[in-house]
């Protein structure tokens, strides 16, 4: 089984500023890994695919970069309806999900 | 717009068994995958099962022998059989379009399941 392992659990971020999210993954996955958006009480949202293509109605924003195992989220200027929970998802052997990262308005 | 709707959560004793249903503009006749994705309470997400157009369909070993996913082309039906559940199956199920080399690019509101005596 590939593990998704995230990082950092919870990230405080100011508006406006920039948030780094990161992703590894056990092996190499090639492009195919996702990010959700989860946002409390809601289920989760696709917002990027195929490392770095948005989903449609996801904002400019948000952009994903990474290859091989090494994966980043970020979210350019931090706005507070961005608060939520990021999870990174490999879809190229099975389908796993890191534990998520909590993004919180400092 | 597009959705999905899950049916069929419940209370139900360890042991026993449920059936999830989901239906919705977003699982049609050439839908390619559909899946199933469950999130314990506080927790993160978990892929459950996954049927293809084709038939074949796969679990997660957690629920292998116990669980069984359909689907009605024709109802544009997708359902999720569990039987001897257990009290860590307690968790949120969502029907999920995606699958296969697919994201999961559509996601019901999602049916809670708790397994409690």
């Known amino acids: 089984e590939i593990v998704m392992t995230q990082s950092p659990d919870t990230l405080s971020v100011s508006p406006g500023e920039r948030a780094t999210l990161s992703c590894r993954a056990s092996q190499s ?3 195919r890994l996702a990010w959700y958006q989860q946002k409390p009480g809601r289920a989760p ?3 990027i695919h195929g490392i770095s293509t ?11 970069s990474g290859s091989g195992s090494e994966f980043t989220l970020t979210i350019s200027s931090l706005q507070s309806g961005d608060c939520a929970v990021y999870y990174c998802q490999q879809y190229l052997n099975g389908w796993t ?3 998520g990262t909590r993004v919180e308005v400092k | 717009e597009v959705q999905l709707v899950e049916t069929g959560g419940g209370l139900i004793q360890p042991g026993g068994s449920l059936r999830l249903s989901c239906v919705g503009s977003g699982l049609t ?5 559909m899946s199933w994705v469950r999130q314990a309470p506080g927790k993160g997400l978990e892929w459950v099962s996954v049927f293809y157009r084709g038939g074949d369909t796969h679990y997660a070993d957690s629920v292998k022998g116990r669980f069984v996913i359909s689907r009605d082309i ?5 359902d999720l059989q569990m039987n001897s559940l257990r009290v860590d199956d307690t968790a949120v199920y ?3 379009r ?3 080399g697919d994201p999961f690019d559509l996601w019901g509101q999602g049916t809670l399941v708790t397994v409690s005596s």
């Open chain 1, 45 to 47: 949202r696709l917002l």
């Open chain 2, 74 to 78: 024709f109802k544009s039906t997708l």
């Open chain 1, 97 to 99: 999900f890191g534990q």
């Open chain 1, 54 to 64: 948005r989903a449609t109605g996801t904002p400019a924003r948000f952009s994903g």
């Open chain 2, 98 to 100: 995606g699958g296969g």
């Open chain 1, 29 to 31: 996955i090639g492009t």
């Open chain 2, 94 to 96: 969502y029907c999920v």
């Open chain 2, 29 to 33: 006749a050439t839908t390619n995958f």
